[in-house]
């Protein structure tokens, strides 16, 4: 018996339980959980749903990034609104983001700013699963669960839960993150999380005494693909378990490990975020079709000036490798990052010298995916209070990934009530940038 699986849950802030991961059992025996989720996506191909290689790396501020101080500094408003770190210039004439993203203003040609994204939930766990799901949950701040799937979750229902060749995850998640599960999908669909047991299960230790009935095996996993292959273990498979066992013993674990890249590539990213956001980039090109990326630190009640210049140089440092990194490897055409958090800040600065929750403008930001970038989308009021155009509203992002990831705007599956619901209702496509 060859276990791979961990049987650890644990609750996340909203106190939802997550499944880690996968389950190999006795190898050839046909006991494997891993082939099931592989035959979902295979099955989806069957029935004729739309299966694209594109993916989306989802980076996700929390605790509520200031819209002004991001990406509309809005040094035209009254002094109290205005922007407490200056703006800098960008590539695009007469186009700023505030003055702690210098390397963030040198890429915004391959960067669309939406600058009218606005929701109606000021609360942290109410305004993460309005954006990370599309619909409102006006329970959530008060211990309500989340009650519709995220798009990492549908991405993974639609395509199935892995990649049909490598056998990578749809839907990874790097670091913890609100209201990003499957809900009435099932725990099929829930995120990847590699870290702790459910990425160690990847980097397996085989014994000789486990590996008896296979020939003594010493030298790992190297000697244990060789001697499947002598001992024509794999053929006795269906093609599902074969991609199980692949993705055990084959490469795609190592799209979790960055040590192979270049180091000038990895000094470029930095640290930290960086460090993840490279990680993420090579899980796309592995096959891997959703990644959140989680940053917080963004709720910054007080000395928001003091508070930006601590989180921001990171922030700018790895978007900006990871928006130049993915031109030039060529994958702007296949992979869409999105930038946001759950609600931007008040336009007034307050007594503390900070910004409070404002879910009438939010930071919003995207990069690829074959959208058209080099623009900014929409304008705020002249104090960036709310948008002085055409509203970009949570379900208008999900239409616009739903359209790059190739999932069918109508596409329906059944809820905990037993009825077909549609997973997107009224939102489209941000129409300049598709």
Same mark, same amino acid.
């Given at each position: 018996?060859?276990?791979?699986?961990?049987?650890? =849950?644990?609750?996340?802030?909203?106190?939802?339980?997550?499944?880690?991961?996968?389950?190999? #059992?006795?190898?050839?025996?046909?006991?494997?959980?891993?082939?099931?989720?592989?035959?979902?996506? %295979?099955?989806? !191909?069957?029935?004729?749903?739309?299966?694209?290689?594109?993916?989306?790396?989802?980076?996700?501020?929390?605790?509520?990034?200031?819209?002004?101080?991001?990406?509309?500094?809005?040094?035209? %408003?009254?002094?109290?609104?205005?922007?407490? =770190?200056?703006?800098?210039?960008?590539?695009?004439?007469?186009?700023?983001?505030?003055?702690?993203?210098?390397?963030?203003?040198?890429?915004?040609?391959?960067?669309?700013?939406?600058?009218?994204?606005?929701?109606? /939930?000021?609360?942290?766990?109410?305004?993460?699963?309005?954006?990370?799901?599309?619909?409102?949950?006006?329970?959530?701040?008060?211990?309500?669960?989340?009650?519709?799937?995220?798009?990492?979750?549908?991405?993974?229902?639609?395509?199935?839960?892995?990649?049909?060749?490598?056998?990578?995850?749809?839907?990874?998640? $790097? #670091?913890?993150?609100? %209201?990003?599960?499957?809900?009435?999908?099932?725990?099929?669909?829930?995120?990847?999380?590699?870290?702790?047991? !459910?990425?160690?299960?990847?980097? $397996?230790?085989?014994?000789?005494?486990?590996?008896?009935?296979?020939?003594? $095996?010493?030298?790992?996993?190297?000697?244990?693909?060789?001697?499947?292959?002598?001992? %024509?273990?794999?053929?006795?498979?269906?093609?599902?378990?074969?991609?199980?066992?692949?993705?055990?013993?084959? /490469? *795609?674990?190592?799209?979790?490990?960055?040590?192979?890249?270049?180091?000038?590539?990895?000094?470029?990213? &930095?640290?930290?975020?960086?460090?993840?956001?490279?990680?993420?980039?090579?899980?796309?090109? !592995?096959?891997?079709?959703?990644?959140?990326?989680?940053?917080?630190?963004?709720?910054?009640?007080?000395?928001?000036?003091?508070?930006?210049?601590?989180?921001?140089?990171?922030?700018?440092?790895?978007?900006?490798?990871?928006?130049?990194?993915?031109?030039?490897?060529?994958?702007?055409?296949?992979? $869409?990052?999105?930038?946001?958090?759950?609600?931007?800040?008040?336009?007034?600065? /307050?007594?503390?010298?900070?910004?409070?929750?404002?879910?009438?403008?939010?930071?919003? *930001?995207?990069? #690829?995916?074959?959208?058209?970038?080099?623009?900014?989308?929409?304008?705020?009021?002249?104090?960036?209070?709310?948008?002085?155009?055409?509203?970009?509203?949570?379900?208008?992002?999900?239409?616009?990934?739903?359209?790059?990831? &190739?999932?069918?705007?109508?596409?329906?599956?059944?809820?905990?009530? #037993?009825?077909?619901?549609?997973?997107?209702?009224?939102?489209?496509?941000?129409?300049?940038?598709?």
């Amino acid at each position: 018996m060859l276990d791979l699986l961990s049987n650890r =849950t644990y609750r996340d802030c909203e106190g939802t339980t997550r499944r880690e991961f996968l389950k190999i #059992g006795t190898l050839g025996a046909g006991a494997m959980a891993l082939p099931q989720l592989l035959a979902a996506r %295979a099955q989806a !191909a069957a029935a004729g749903r739309p299966v694209k290689d594109t993916s989306v790396v989802w980076v996700w501020l929390g605790g509520g990034p200031t819209h002004i101080e991001t990406f509309d500094p809005k040094l035209s %408003a009254p002094s109290e609104y205005r922007s407490v =770190t200056g703006e800098v210039s960008t590539k695009l004439p007469g186009i700023t983001v505030g003055g702690t993203f210098p390397q963030l203003a040198s890429v915004i040609d391959r960067m669309a700013l939406v600058r009218s994204f606005t929701h109606s /939930n000021s609360g942290h766990a109410g305004g993460t699963h309005f954006v990370m799901t599309g619909y409102d949950n006006r329970t959530a701040d008060n211990g309500g669960l989340p009650t519709r799937p995220a798009m990492g979750s549908v991405l993974s229902r639609v395509r199935g839960a892995n990649h049909p060749r490598t056998g990578m995850p749809t839907y990874v998640r $790097l #670091g913890r993150l609100g %209201a990003d599960g499957p809900v009435f999908l099932g725990p099929a669909y829930a995120p990847f999380d590699p870290s702790g047991q !459910a990425r160690r299960n990847m980097e $397996l230790a085989v014994t000789d005494e486990r590996l008896q009935d296979r020939r003594t $095996l010493l030298d790992g996993l190297d000697r244990l693909k060789r001697r499947a292959d002598h001992d %024509a273990l794999i053929e006795g498979l269906d093609r599902f378990e074969q991609q199980a066992f692949d993705l055990v013993l084959g /490469n *795609a674990g190592k799209a979790f490990d960055t040590k192979g890249e270049d180091p000038h590539v990895v000094e470029r990213y &930095g640290k930290g975020l960086g460090e993840q956001l490279l990680r993420a980039r090579r899980l796309c090109e !592995a096959g891997c079709g959703f990644v959140t990326v989680s940053y917080g630190g963004w709720d910054m009640h007080g000395q928001i000036e003091r508070s930006m210049k601590r989180r921001a140089p990171e922030l700018d440092r790895a978007l900006a490798a990871f928006v130049d990194d993915v031109y030039n490897r060529g994958l702007s055409e296949k992979v $869409l990052l999105v930038v946001t958090g759950e609600f931007g800040r008040t336009p007034k600065i /307050n007594r503390n010298a900070g910004r409070d929750h404002w879910a009438p403008l939010s930071t919003l *930001a995207l990069a #690829g995916g074959g959208l058209r970038m080099g623009q900014v989308v929409g304008q705020s009021a002249r104090k960036a209070d709310i948008p002085n155009s055409k509203p970009i509203r949570p379900q208008d992002l999900m239409a616009t990934v739903f359209h790059v990831l &190739g999932i069918d705007p109508k596409v329906q599956f059944v809820n905990q009530a #037993g009825r077909p619901v549609y997973m997107l209702e009224e939102g489209q496509p941000i129409a300049e940038l598709v």
